[in-house]
């Protein structure tokens, strides 16, 4: 089993920037990638963002291209999703998840292991 705890969400103001820190732990050898994505109540969850477990390979949403960036720290078994330019339409629940497929994909069914969200308030 794999768990997955993520920090740094909080309330900014429009215009600002947040780094959301994704900490696996467990057997994290069978992770091979890492995803976030975000959800508002009452909607279904969106994908925001995807990387590699090399960081060789990122995918975002058009929502945030531009805007954020993913990455991971392997020494650490840590992901990032640097958020810059925020508006109030970022303001969701972000979620970590980790896949043991090797392809990227923004369909949540094709993660395994799921964080706890961290909410993100983005105010006008």
């Known amino acids: 089993q794999v768990q997955l705890v993520e920090s740094g969400g909080g309330l900014v103001q429009t215009g600002g920037s947040l780094r959301l820190s994704c900490a696996a732990s467990?057997?994290?050898?069978?992770?091979?990638?890492l995803a976030w994505f975000r959800q508002v109540p009452g909607t279904e969850r969106e994908f925001v963002a995807a990387?590699?477990?090399?960081?060789?390979?990122?995918s975002y949403a058009d929502s945030v291209q531009g805007r954020f960036t993913i990455s991971t720290d392997g020494a650490e078994n840590t992901g990032y999703l640097q958020m810059n330019s925020l508006n109030p339409e970022d303001t969701a629940v972000y979620y970590c998840?980790?896949?043991?497929?090797?392809?990227?994909?923004?369909?949540?069914?094709?993660?395994?292991?799921w964080g706890q969200g961290t909410q993100v308030t983005v105010s006008s």
């Open positions: 467990g057997r994290t050898f069978s992770i091979n990638i």
């Open positions: 998840a980790a896949g043991k497929s090797r392809l990227l994909s923004e369909t949540a069914d094709r993660y395994d292991y």
């Open positions: 990387v590699s477990r090399s960081g060789a390979s990122t």
